[in-house]
Each structure stands twice: as C-alpha cells, then as structure tokens.
C-alpha cells in the first residue's frame, strides 16, 4: 500500500460547476473538481505526474464571462466562478478536436478515445487519407521500446519527462517547426545514438501509445496482447535501496511490462532501467 503524506491544509474555494454548488482545495484545476464530482471530462494530454501543456485541447469547458472556452486541465478553479462542462459549444469544440487528431494519426491504442468519438458523434474519417500527418513504419532500434509517429499527437509529455520535470536526461526534444514538428532525439538519429538512459519515463506518460514497450509492440504485432487476461501486482524494486514500487504487469504466467503507481511518494510513477525493464530473471525457469 502505497503511503499518502499529509500535505498543507488549503482553504476550499466554492463555485457553480453545471449548476451545483463545488467546493475544493485552493490550487486545484476545474478539471479536479470535475473528477471530484463524477463528471467525465476526456482529456489526452492532462498528465497527473507533470504540469499541464494544455496541447490537446480536448477538455475545453466554458467558464462564464471568458471570451473563449477554457482548458479544465490547467485553468484552477476561483471563487464564485461559474463553469460549464458539457454545452453545445464544447461539445463542438471536443468533436472537432478528436476529428482533426484520429484524421490525422492513429489513435487505436489510445485508451477511452473510441468512447469519445461515439460520444460526440466524431467522424474522423471526414478529412479522408491525405490527413495523416506521417507514414512511415515504427522504429525499432532497440530491444526496450518503440517509437511509432504514426501515433504521437505532439502532446510534449515525453519531452517533459525526459527534461526538467523528471528526468533531466534531455535525450527527447521537437524537431522541426509547424507541420514538419515531430518529437526526436539528436538528430533525429537512432535511440541508440542519443543521451536516452533507457528509463522508459517518457513510456509512462504516453498517452496514445506512440512510445511503448517492446514486449507489447511485440505482443500487438503477433494479435496476443490482452489486457483482460492480465494481473497487476505491485511490490517493491529489489536493485537498490531507494524503494520504488514497482506494478508488475503479468499474461500466462510472463511479466510482460513495468510501471509504477503514480501516487508513490518517492518515485512518482518514475523508474530507472533496472526497474522499468531489467525483470527477465524473475522469469528465467532454467
């Protein structure tokens, strides 16, 4: 069980959220107090491990007296505001977003999107083929995880993670300005050839599956990954002392990929190599 310090107490600040009265902590976003309250407000590139980058523009709501619609990821919620979730207007916002996004790149691994676009009545086949923003095959340089364009929304997660707000190893960055900006490493060369480290970081904060396991591209490409079938234990990471808490994702009997809970106070759903991909001896039988 992972331990939840106690933090600062923080005055509630009280406004209208769709009619109803909301009261939450000082500093919380609209869109804490949307999921405080039950209400499903999508969003792709709201991270909880990193600061907002308000990029997808898919969790747009209208917050009384602003000229334009407001994202919930990062706007934080004021005293007596007035907000409003799901009008006409966002929902049109949210259509027209999730429209662009699956016309443009694939998002068939991004969990909830398929949800969405049934929800809002999104036809992300209107802007027909020449909408793909890239089409090239995924990269496999490495044994440890895949890069696939074809899936990367530019959200800038990785990045961020890769940089300032978690690792600070700056092997990922934009390449490239307007529609030419993709994500790369130097030179946009092989992961092997750049300052990665391997600690799959960028892996856990993305959200469309444009970064991801190699066990699971592997497993994708072979038509026998299943979540349902599998388990998820977490335990404790035996490489070192610092005791981060590692989720062991488990089908047929194998360990087929690695995160951490998010809310560990230590690591943050963060891991080094070691403890994101080094599980191969728990599963040598010989």
């Not at 999508?42 to 209208?62: F, H, I, S, W, Y």
């Not at 300052?195 to 038509?223: H, Q, W």
């Not at 360990?255 to 106070?265: E, F, G, L, Q, R």
């Amino acid at each position: 069980m992972t331990a939840i310090p106690l933090g600062v107490p923080r005055r509630l600040v009280e406004f209208t959220l769709d009619g109803q009265e909301a009261r939450v902590p000082e500093g919380s976003t609209i869109l804490d107090a949307c999921r405080a309250a039950g209400k499903d407000v999508p969003t792709l590139c709201q991270g909880d491990t990193l600061t907002p980058k308000n990029a997808c523009r898919v969790c747009v709501v209208e917050v009384e007296g602003a000229r334009t619609l407001a994202p919930a990821c990062s706007r934080r919620a004021e005293q007596g505001m007035v907000v409003r979730t799901d009008t006409e207007r966002a929902r049109h916002s949210r259509k027209v977003v999730l429209e662009l996004l699956a016309s443009s790149v694939d998002l068939s691994t991004t969990p909830s999107v398929a949800q969405w676009i049934k929800e809002y009545e999104a036809k992300p086949d209107r802007f027909g083929p020449d909408a793909a923003r890239v089409d090239e095959e995924p990269r496999v340089d490495n044994d440890l995880y895949v890069r696939d364009y074809g899936k990367c929304i530019l959200c800038y997660k990785c990045v961020d993670a890769c940089g300032d707000q978690w690792q600070n190893s700056f092997a990922i960055s934009v390449s490239g300005r307007g529609f030419d900006a993709r994500i790369a490493v130097e030179h946009d060369g092989p992961l092997t050839d750049s300052a990665c480290v391997y600690c799959g970081n960028c892996i856990e904060v993305c959200p469309t599956g444009a970064l991801s396991f190699k066990s699971e591209f592997d497993m994708r490409a072979a038509g026998t990954w299943d979540e349902e079938r599998q388990t998820a234990t977490t335990t404790v990471c035996a490489y070192c002392g610092v005791g981060c808490n590692l989720t062991l994702h488990v089908q047929d009997n194998e360990i087929v990929k690695v995160t951490s809970p998010h809310d560990n106070p230590v690591t943050h759903g963060n891991l080094c190599i070691k403890g994101r991909f080094g599980y191969q001896h728990v599963q040598n039988r010989d």
